[in-house]
């Protein structure tokens, strides 16, 4: 029965007295001081706090259960706490617990066996970089929202301690390069080459000593995360225990974060970055044109059919460094996914992956033979090292059969684009490469979801499908493409298209207007700026709007006569400043051809044609010796 009793109470030293009121005296006979608490003769209105206290159910054995709380400027917060207090108990709750936020982080964790590796190691390193040190000294009785707000606050400034050792660092760095620039340029003076080396040490100590305490800015993402490890802590304490009153981690206000979306090297990007060396994004994808000249380059790398297998499968590095070959069929062409190596502070462990990335991957003929040529190329090597050779049952390994280490293939991957002169993506970039293909392609999202092993097919949706410029063919026209408006217009040079503006059986090109005098206007055909003219029209109308779906109406029409197709138009008319749209109009317009080969006249093959057929062109000497 709930019946507590409330009292006042102050921290006041003075003379102790017994039960009868009578002093308590040390061994000297004099007085002991200490606090009076209850018995203050001060005790009132404005002097004292209130506490009060409560009986639970006694324990087994029949041990007393006394809840007791201090501290409280009014009664009525007193009544109001032990409310709260009893209600939490009657819940489940333990309320006399004392044990503090620090010691029940370390008891789940150990408590949590069926965590994978990589996910254990995530949230140790959250208990003892953030939560332990931020969070470890509140009990968990008293943990509350506003604790959590005052962890992700302090992140927040050491991350601006840490940006701004970040930036000192880079100011060093730029110094110390700046000094061996100047070493080098003092070749053959003596004493100036002397001072130039001085000044080059003095420059590199002060950038080591500068690196000293230099850490990872926490980014919005690793707060998300930290905060999900909380959150998974303090629901077990919950569901366990009843320890804690609420799941305080879920009332937390974090900043939004934003995956990044893949971005596609169109030429106007690989052109700022040579010129710059700025990258568009975080996740760039090549283009299918870019992708060959890496797969060109790359063709006698002792891993060149690793490389082809990430871009047209999708695999992740770690499941490839775990396949063994006994997950492979070179006649039936699958592999199976069934392990991945992890990688726990640069240790390997395997393990296997979650239950959606388990999966079969069928084969193409090409990548089926790369498997069966790097497997006669193991062979070889096999041969040629004897007894050092070590077998370790992996598809991909050294020269000498070691397993591969994963982070030594994505270092050895953007070596090799690198040295390629492509634009640089990422090892992980190539999934999004391999999703991009294949929807290029024409492969439904559902068919990529289970290629990459995604729980969902909203995950490939959301993450990977990146547009490449090759898919603007299966996109919707604009508006303004859809709805054509019938404005008369008088063609002066019937559009004729090269055939250099081909590409890919695809033709881009611009559709300016520009105003002659009062209503008319003259609207020209030009691949870019200042070129020739492919064809002009003109037409009288109110304005640039009226130019541009005069602009479409006679593409469409021409492509109609031509039999080609119009599959985008991009209207740029409100990208002009406002005292010039009066003027000028601009579109742009891509059409497509529609016809296509025909295969009549083929038939089955029954042999490869003669060699003087191929236009001299000879195949690789590894493609050579693998046949």
């Not at 009076?36 to 404005?46: A, D, E, S, V, W």
């Not at 706490?81 to 029940?104: Q, T």
């Not at 991009?570 to 317009?589: C, G, H, I, K, T």
Request: aromatic letters at 8%.
């Amino acid at each position: 029965m709930f019946q507590p009793s409330y009292y006042r109470r102050c921290q006041c030293k003075g003379p102790l007295k017994d039960k009868e009121g009578n002093p308590v005296l040390d061994a000297d006979g004099n007085p002991k001081i200490g606090s009076i608490g209850t018995t203050c003769p001060r005790l009132g209105k404005n002097h004292g706090t209130w506490s009060f206290y409560f009986e639970l159910e006694p324990a087994e054995g029949g041990t007393r259960q006394r809840v007791r709380r201090g501290g409280f400027a009014t009664k009525d917060d007193a009544k109001k706490k032990a409310k709260e207090i009893y209600d939490a108990a009657m819940a489940g709750s333990d309320v006399l617990s004392d044990e503090k936020c620090g010691d029940f982080f370390l008891r789940w964790i150990k408590a949590k066996r069926s965590l994978a590796r990589t996910t254990r190691h995530g949230y140790e390193e959250h208990i003892q970089n953030y939560l332990l040190p931020h969070l470890g000294h509140i009990k968990c009785r008293d943990l509350r929202a506003r604790h959590l707000d005052k962890l992700y606050s302090a992140i927040e400034k050491e991350n601006a301690e840490r940006i701004l050792h970040r930036l000192r660092v880079d100011q060093l760095q730029k110094d110390r390069d700046a000094a061996h620039r100047a070493w080098v340029k003092a070749a053959g003076k003596t004493e100036e080459r002397r001072a130039a080396r001085r000044g080059f040490l003095d420059a590199n100590a002060a950038l080591r000593e500068g690196k000293k305490g230099l850490r990872k800015v926490t980014s919005a993402a690793t707060m998300h995360r930290i905060n999900d490890t909380l959150s998974s802590a303090l629901s077990w304490g919950i569901k366990r225990e009843q320890l804690f009153a609420r799941n305080w981690a879920q009332l937390v206000e974090l900043p939004p974060v934003t995956r990044p979306k893949p971005l596609v090297w169109t030429p106007e990007r690989v052109e700022h970055w040579k010129r710059t060396g700025e990258k568009p994004g975080p996740v760039m994808v090549w283009t299918p044109q870019l992708t060959g000249e890496f797969l060109d380059f790359a063709k006698d790398d002792w891993l060149y059919e690793l490389w082809h297998s990430f871009i047209f499968l999708g695999p992740r590095r770690g499941e490839m460094a775990a396949l063994p070959w006994t997950e492979v069929s070179l006649d039936a062409l699958w592999l199976r996914i069934s392990q991945q190596i992890v990688e726990v502070a640069y240790e390997l462990y395997g393990e296997a992956p979650k239950a959606n990335s388990v999966r079969t991957l069928s084969l193409s003929l090409e990548t089926g033979g790369n498997l069966a040529t790097f497997a006669a190329k193991q062979e070889q090597q096999r041969q040629a090292w004897g007894d050092a050779y070590v077998e370790s049952g992996r598809v991909w390994t050294h020269e000498n059969g070691e397993a591969l280490h994963p982070d030594w293939i994505s270092r050895r991957f953007a070596r090799l684009v690198e040295l390629s002169g492509l634009p640089p993506v990422r090892l992980h970039d190539l999934r999004h490469l391999a999703a991009t293909l294949s929807l290029l392609a024409g492969n439904d999202i559902k068919v990529v979801q289970e290629k990459l092993g995604h729980a969902s097919r909203q995950i490939t949706s959301d993450t990977y499908t990146s547009v490449l410029p090759e898919m603007m063919r299966a996109e919707a026209e604009s508006v303004m493409a859809v709805v054509p408006r019938d404005v008369p217009f008088e063609v002066h040079s019937t559009l004729t298209i090269p055939e250099a503006a081909w590409q890919n059986d695809l033709a881009v090109f611009y559709a300016h207007g520009a105003r002659q005098s009062g209503d008319s206007w003259a609207v020209g055909a030009q691949p870019q700026p200042n070129a020739d003219l492919l064809g002009l029209i003109s037409m009288v109308g109110r304005g640039q709007d009226d130019a541009s779906n005069a602009a479409v109406k006679w593409i469409r029409d021409h492509c109609a006569a031509a039999d080609l197709e119009l599959v985008r138009v991009e209207n740029f008319n409100d990208e002009y400043p406002e005292e010039q749209r009066a003027d000028f109009s601009l579109v742009r317009l891509t059409i497509a051809r529609s016809e296509s080969p025909s295969k009549d006249g083929w038939t089955l093959p029954t042999g490869l044609p003669p060699a003087a057929s191929r236009s001299g062109r000879r195949a690789p000497s590894r493609r050579r010796k693998a046949a």
